[in-house]
């Protein structure tokens, strides 16, 4: 069965590093997202995109993030200056088409310290 | 409007008993309405979802109850087991200009004992 793959797993960085988080969507879904679950919490939406550009970003999405799709297989989120309230897991996951099923990632786990 | 109110927050349940997990939303735009399971280190995974002009589906021993007029929805699992235990999410769907966005709830950490 396809799987949206994300990597690294759990990721440690230090306050004001830089992070990428990187996510390979299934290869025929055309919208893809990000989410951030802090722990204990509720799942929260980030930023959605498609056709190449962010179509819908949430007040979390602030100008520390970026996304891009760099070669048409990955899907990476940047986070430029990280605080400790960045740490979460974050789930990347893609749909097909509208009305389709959402596939999730197994996250990754992005500690600051 | 873009809130999903759920409930409990926690669940404790015997083995075979029923676990109910309520959801409500304010979005009458909502379309659709998925519950995710979450299990410890994992990402969500789709367990079954409703669309509005439902009021009732069932998968084994998961049922979703739909009140499309009291804009609520619930997760009954029937014969819980422990295996069942994990984080359950109710969410709602709904378009955002040409796009769809899931909204999830707080989510609800089921624990079944034997």
């Known amino acids: 069965e396809p799987e949206v793959t994300q990597t690294p797993s759990h990721q440690v960085t230090q306050m004001g590093q830089e992070v990428i988080l990187r996510c390979v969507p299934i290869s025929n879904h055309l919208y893809f997202y990000w989410y951030r679950q802090i722990l204990g919490q509720k799942v929260e939406f980030l930023v959605s995109?498609?056709?190449?550009?962010?179509?819908?970003k949430s007040e979390i999405f602030d100008d520390q993030f970026s996304v891009e799709r760099p070669d048409g297989s990955n899907f990476t989120l940047k986070i430029r200056s990280t605080k400790l309230e960045d740490s979460a897991m974050y789930f990347c996951?893609?749909?097909?088409?509208?009305?389709?099923?959402?596939?999730f990632g197994q996250g990754t786990r992005l500690t600051v310290v | 409007q873009q809130q999903v109110k759920q409930s409990p927050q926690s669940l404790i349940v015997q083995k075979g008993g029923i676990s109910i997990i309520n959801c409500a939303y304010e979005?009458?735009?909502?379309?659709?309405f998925p519950w995710y399971q979450q299990f410890p280190g994992k990402g969500p995974a789709l367990l079954i979802a409703?669309?509005?002009?439902?009021s009732e589906k069932k998968e084994g021993r998961f049922t979703i109850s739909f009140n499309k007029s009291a804009k609520q929805f619930s997760l009954h699992i029937m014969d819980s087991q422990p295996g069942d235990s994990a984080t359950y999410f109710c969410?709602?769907?709904?378009?955002?200009?040409?796009?769809?966005?899931?909204?999830f709830g707080t989510g609800t950490k089921l624990q079944v004992i034997p």
């Open positions: 409703i669309r509005p002009d439902v």
């Open positions: 995109f498609y056709n190449n550009e962010i179509s819908e």
């Open positions: 996951a893609s749909y097909r088409g509208l009305n389709t099923e959402a596939f």
């Open positions: 969410a709602a769907r709904g378009r955002s200009g040409g796009y769809q966005k899931v909204t």
């Open positions: 979005n009458t735009a909502f379309d659709y």
